[in-house]
């Protein structure tokens, strides 16, 4: 019965990503912030445009920016860190 659950959950986990759009993911540790921009429609056009997001970001002040390119379905765009 284990291992009827551990593959459905990944079976399920497989088949949302099948439909789930490329996503830039940026933090900033000043302020601290997390920041979804897309959706792209693939990795490459998600890589080709993150520069752009970047360089708005620090030209705005913020400091310590990582970014992560991944597939995900964001609730919010804008994410506070307390």
């Known amino acids: 019965m284990k291992l009827l659950?551990?593959?459905?959950n990944v079976a399920?986990?497989?088949m949302q990503s099948i439909g789930t759009?490329?996503?830039i993911e940026v933090t900033t540790a000043e302020p601290h912030y997390t920041y979804y921009f897309g959706?792209?429609?693939d990795?490459?056009?998600a890589k080709a445009a993150r520069l752009g997001y970047i360089e708005d970001?620090?030209?705005e002040g913020a400091k310590g920016i990582t970014d992560t390119i991944k597939?995900?379905?964001p609730a919010e765009v804008t994410i506070p860190k307390d």
Not at 5 to 8: E, L, P, Q, R
């Open 5 to 8: 659950n551990i593959v459905k």
């Open 12 to 14: 399920t986990g497989f």
């Open 21 to 23: 759009d490329w996503w």
């Open 39 to 41: 959706p792209f429609k």
């Open 43 to 45: 990795a490459e056009e």
């Open 57 to 59: 970001l620090e030209k």
């Open 71 to 73: 597939r995900c379905k």
